[in-house]
């Protein structure tokens, strides 16, 4: 963490100074962003642009209040990954249950009637992330949001009691607020807001993509669930192990051991519904829930203390054909205003953990695109790649979950080794469960795949899958893909090859010395008084001994002066660490003797791999996605 740029500033770091204080900055009754709803998709909408005091973001919900508890838990790596980017995951770590195996339990051959465990597999394959996957109350998660929130140069905070009444969009009225939304507050008021921007993430019956003509299309919800988190005595011997339990003739439950060492959740499976019923329709019961838990667990007692949250739900796939709110076929003449994020346009069940991953996963690719073109980084063109890359997420989990939908209730026809169907299927999804097979097809943002013989393991279009270094500067070992924080800003990492990389004349100088001409997209697109890494961050990993070079003997470029002292920045360098298989350039297949350019976009996926040389084709790619500041 930097900080001290401008000047000493006493207390917590954390704590950035206000550029500008909420509802500033945009005339009476106007705003750049409105974010509906306080969900994951929202809070995570509203904590990347709070990062940025001159974008006017106000964030509405209609309840009365924070979340306390319920909903969702399930907290994937590549959603830890990207709580590194809001420095946040240390508490998360800190405070949540981690999975670390999860076991099967089917009908015993013996005696049908009992259960007997039949398989454990580890829950996250070796290397996958440097995160876990880990259980934490969703509430919990929305308050670390919220602090970021109030802490970032906007101090934005939210307005509960407030709901959506209306939404309509006229491009030929208020210039550049082309959408007027209606406010109900809870005590009756009314309130008109014009907004440059909307994005509705409230939830599955959403007023926002009803306004937009959008509908959720899918498989009918005619399995009813039910969920408990309970505190209980249970002679179990895998309670604090997620667990999935399928009886002959009392259904399955599932096992989400939570944070704290006691709280557990339970997933009851009820009968179907019949067509057109509704779960409010059975009046269900926690104790009818209870009940039938205890017949899915024996021989084993579920003495349930203290139920502390409860639900009855059905599943069902459902998927709207837009995430925006350009007709079909008009992208070319019509850019998007309002979008939206999470239920609102994708739902399905929540037993593979995927709802509030996936939801935030759309915001955080929503939010720098947002940021880029409110500052006049990007034409507002580029928000038509919101829907377009997030519609294909959504569509992969929507199979995804039919398929472990189906798994989980099967409980006959293991194969040869025994193992039960719902493990095989667990272990052939481990990747898409842990949140990191997300992989973007080719377009402006991600560039075809022409150099990726040069870094096979930065796939182009998925995450940028981090691995240690060490930094030059200090010796600090630290993650390379910790540096690519929530700020909205790109990244290149330069992976210089083999040779003294401060000789002159050699890779690393000339690829300096090109990078720092007034055409490079780093200057390019850098406005006016801004630090060089304002927008393009760029940062080396050298591949020497750490004691081979000194900082001070770096190209300009890789030790820039910044802020209004000129200090200079010590943290752009890094070397691979030494013991064996924790090599970088070996855990990611970098071809050492070329070296390579990995282009890292704001939400922490590769935009493209290129030549250490390639500058010309780096400042083609930049050109297809940026314009320069007026």
């Not at 409105?34 to 964030?59: H, K, M």
């Not at 200090?474 to 990389?501: I, N, Q, Y």
């Not at 001409?517 to 750490?546: E, F, K, N, T």
Request: hydrophobic letters at 40%; glycine letters at 10%; one cysteine or more.
């Amino acid at each position: 963490m930097q900080y001290h740029l401008d000047g000493f500033r006493p207390g917590d770091p954390a704590v950035q100074p206000a550029q500008a204080p909420a509802g500033e900055g945009a005339a009476p009754g106007r705003v750049d962003v409105l974010i509906v709803g306080c969900g994951p998709a929202g809070l995570t909408l509203a904590a990347q642009l709070a990062q940025f005091g001159d974008i006017s973001t106000r964030i509405v919900e209609r309840k009365d209040g924070p979340l306390e508890k319920g909903q969702a838990d399930g907290v994937s790596c590549r959603s830890m990954e990207m709580f590194e980017a809001f420095g946040f995951a240390h508490k998360v770590r800190r405070e949540a249950y981690w999975v670390n195996q999860t076991v099967f339990w089917t009908p015993d051959p013996a005696d049908r009637s009992r259960i007997a465990r039949a398989g454990r597999v580890q829950d996250v394959e070796d290397g996958l992330s440097e995160m876990p996957h880990v259980i934490l109350n969703q509430a919990r998660i929305h308050d670390m949001y919220l602090e970021v929130m109030r802490n970032g140069p906007r101090r934005l905070v939210p307005d509960y009691g407030v709901e959506v009444v209306s939404i309509s969009r006229d491009d030929a009225g208020l210039p550049g607020y082309p959408v007027s939304v209606t406010l109900k507050h809870a005590t009756g008021e009314a309130e008109t807001v014009a907004a440059r921007y909307v994005v509705g993430c409230d939830g599955a019956r959403s007023t926002v993509r009803k306004a937009i003509g959008r509908e959720l299309r899918g498989d009918s919800a005619n399995q009813l669930w039910g969920v408990m988190d309970i505190l209980a005595v249970t002679d179990f011997p895998d309670i604090r192990f997620k667990t999935v339990m399928q009886s002959a003739d009392h259904g399955t439950v599932l096992i989400i051991p939570r944070e704290g060492g006691h709280l557990v959740r339970i997933y009851i499976e009820q009968d179907k519904l019949a067509p057109g019923e509704r779960a409010s329709d059975r009046a269900i019961t926690a104790e009818q829930l209870i009940a039938k838990a205890q017949r899915v667990f024996h021989p084993f007692r579920l003495d349930v203390k203290d139920v502390v949250w409860w639900s009855a739900y059905q599943i069902g796939q459902r998927l709207t054909d837009k995430f925006d709110d350009v007709p079909a076929g008009a992208e070319a003449h019509f850019v998007p205003r309002i979008f939206i994020a999470g239920d609102a346009c994708h739902t399905h069940s929540p037993k593979a953990g995927q709802g509030m991953n996936v939801s935030m996963g759309d915001a955080f690719n929503l939010g720098w695109k947002l940021k880029a073109v409110l500052r006049g980084e990007a034409a507002p063109e580029l928000l038509h790649s919101y829907s377009a890359e997030r519609h294909a997420v959504a569509q992969d989990l929507i199979e995804f979950d039919r398929h472990w939908a189906q798994a989980i209730r099967k409980t006959g026809g293991a194969e040869a080794d025994d193992m039960p169907p719902v493990q095989r299927q667990f272990i052939r999804q481990g990747r898409y469960t842990a949140g990191v097979a997300v992989t973007y097809a080719p377009s402006v943002l991600t560039g075809p795949g022409t150099w990726q013989g040069l870094a096979p393991g930065f796939g182009i279009g998925a995450r940028f899958h981090s691995a240690p270094v060490l930094r030059l500067a200090d010796a600090k070992e630290v993650h390379l893909g910790h540096t690519v924080r929530a700020d909205g800003r790109w990244r290149v990492f330069a992976f210089a090859p083999s040779g003294d990389p401060t000789a002159p004349g050699s890779a690393v100088p000339r690829l300096c010395a090109a990078l720092g001409d007034a055409a490079s997209p780093l200057r390019r697109y850098c406005a006016a008084g801004a630090d060089i890494d304002a927008l393009i961050d760029l940062r080396a990993v050298l591949p020497v001994g750490l004691g081979a070079v000194n900082v001070t003997d770096l190209p300009p470029l890789l030790l820039p002066a910044k802020g209004r002292f000129g200090l200079q920045d010590y943290e752009k360098a890094f070397c691979p660490l030494p013991e064996p298989g924790r090599d970088i350039y070996e855990m990611r297949g970098i071809d050492r003797a070329a070296g390579c350019l990995v282009v890292v976009r704001p939400d922490q996926h590769v935009g493209h791999v290129l030549p250490f040389d390639a500058v010309e084709a780096l400042s083609a790619y930049f050109a297809g996605i940026l314009r320069r500041p007026d």
